[in-house]
């Protein structure tokens, strides 16, 4: 006599799910817009870098990047956010 005979249903299920369940879907990507987020004044060589480098992501993106400039703190507040 099985000292355990929940045991070996519960294996089976176990085995049944893991080997019968459906793969994971990916999920679609964002249509938001995104934000690039710049530390220093609009009109320095950063940003002007920054705002090339984000037309040039729209187009591999497919969506629009917007340029967030955040100056203060020589930079520094650019970490909190």
Do not use: H
């Not at 099985?2 to 999920?27: E, I, M, N």
């Not at 705002?51 to 990047?65: G, N, Q, W, Y």
């Amino acid at each position: 006599m099985k000292k355990y005979p929940w045991l070996s249903f519960g294996v089976l299920f176990f085995f049944c799910f893991v080997l019968w369940r459906q793969p994971a879907r990916a999920q679609t990507y964002s249509t938001q817009p995104v934000q690039m987020i710049i530390p220093l004044s609009p009109g320095d060589t950063v940003d002007l870098a920054g705002r090339a480098i984000a037309t040039e992501m729209s187009k591999i993106l497919k969506t629009s990047v917007i340029i967030v400039n955040k100056p203060g703190g020589g930079g520094t507040m650019f970490p909190i956010q």
